[in-house]
């Protein structure tokens, strides 16, 4: 398995490690409602807990055997990708934008994009989750050659059950679409 590359450019965005200007901009999206119905964003009452957890996100980020992005428009920070899980050439994804971003299709380019480097560092198979209620999420999948799959999990998060829905795309899925 290579290392992830330094930074990852499309049309219109650039996928790079955060940076400390992050703060605010990543605090503000984690604090946002509509994100965390979306995705499973850790509580963060207090000052330490949300710089004790940008912290790491900036440490993931430089780290090269992880796969942890911020997302940028501008240099300005309006999302992140990050890995879930692994196991073995297995790699479980999730990806937020920031609700003020929706609509114009920064989502499907940064999995897209997400989902190439991927192949191209070494994994087989690449999954995602989602919401059972976000449809949007699923249609992003979607675009980008994922299948769903049969295979649903409970997610009990922010005192709710959640159903989660996943789908994938093997890299022999990938190159026969490309």
């Known amino acids: 398995m290579q290392n992830k590359p330094e930074s990852i450019e499309t049309e219109r965005l650039i996928l790079k490690s955060f940076s400390e200007e992050d703060f605010v901009p990543i605090m503000a999206m984690f604090r946002d409602e509509r994100v965390s119905a979306t995705f499973m964003v850790p509580e963060l009452e207090t000052e330490e807990q949300q710089k004790r957890l940008f912290s790491k996100l900036v440490e993931l980020s430089h780290d090269p055997a992880r796969f942890e992005y911020g997302v940028y428009r501008e240099n300005m920070l309006i999302g992140f990708v990050n890995d879930c899980d692994i196991e073995g050439t297995m790699i479980e994804i ?85």
């Open 94 to 178: 999730g990806y937020a934008i920031s609700p003020e971003e929706w609509g114009r299709g920064y989502a499907t380019e940064v999995l897209r994009a997400s989902i190439e480097a991927l192949f191209e560092i070494g994994y087989e198979r690449i999954r995602a989750g989602y919401f059972e209620n976000n449809e949007a999420s699923h249609r992003v999948m979607l675009k980008c050659g994922m299948k769903d799959i049969d295979e649903t999990e409970e997610d009990h998060y922010r005192g709710k059950v959640y159903l989660c829905r996943n789908c994938e795309i093997t890299k022999e899925q990938y190159d026969a679409e490309n």
